[in-house]
């Protein structure tokens, strides 16, 4: 069971909830970044694929406020993360690809010390909330349990269950499904797919391909920090001159046949 389905967001269908526009990050003479400009729109699944070193986890950091943009600029729910930083972090849940967790909290501590730092109010609202996204997560027996005596997967529907706690209008998550079991992985797809429904806009970085194929309403494909294909799976088809191909033929045609052990392919 996946408990009550959250309130519907108000925003139009066609307003952005996040927006990149031609954003760069260089370290030095190497640029991780290279202009580029996606947006995803309330209620979508936006895949963000590409090989390793591609800078998929770069731009997530520079959505999410903790790298700053050598140029462009990122904006969430209207709102510029570099001129209106507390704004757009409150719209945005971050589930980065590997998540710090105070260990010698319980789950219920942790979730509670997190919506203290969103400002969430009244303890009666925020136990609820707590309790909400613990069922949601299939975490709700586990509350008074020390997060270090957790598993990975638990650990990282902890995360998840903090990055939805504030009513976020858009996430951005790095890699969501690494480490999971079968079961946990198939709660996520739920899960993203409820929230979605909802109107929260998703970006998701992933290398397991088939997740973006399944899931994603629109993809983009980075290679050395350039967008080199973005719009549905069909049209990233067509763009690679594919007919049918499964998208993990796709993806290696459009980057040059990387190897693929690049890709975490289930098949």
Known sequence: MLGEPLT???????????????????????TAVDGI?????????????????????????????LLKPTSGRVEVNGHDVATEPELAKASLGFIPDRPFIYEKLTAGEFLRFHAGLYGMDGNGLVAGRVHEMLDLFELRRWE????????????????????FLHRPQAVAVDEPMVGLDPRGARLIKDVFRRMSGHGVAILMSTHTLEVAQEMCHRISIILKGKIIAQGTVDDV???????????????????????????????
């Open 8 to 30: 519907p967001l108000d925003s139009a269908r066609d307003k952005p909830m996040i927006a990149i526009h031609d954003l760069v990050k260089q370290y030095g003479a190497f």
């Open 237 to 267: 088809r067509r763009m690679a001159g594919g007919g049918d191909d499964h998208l993990t033929s796709v993806f290696l045609k459009l980057t040059g046949g990387s190897a693929l052990q690049e890709i975490d392919e289930v098949v």
């Open 144 to 163: 008074d349990e020390l997060v270090e005596s957790f598993s990975h997967g638990m650990k990282q529907r902890l995360v998840m269950c903090a990055a």
């Open 37 to 65: 400009s996606l947006d995803v729109k309330p209620g979508e699944i936006h895949g963000f694929l590409g090989p390793n070193g591609a800078g998929k986890t770069t731009t997530l950091r520079m959505i999410a406020g």
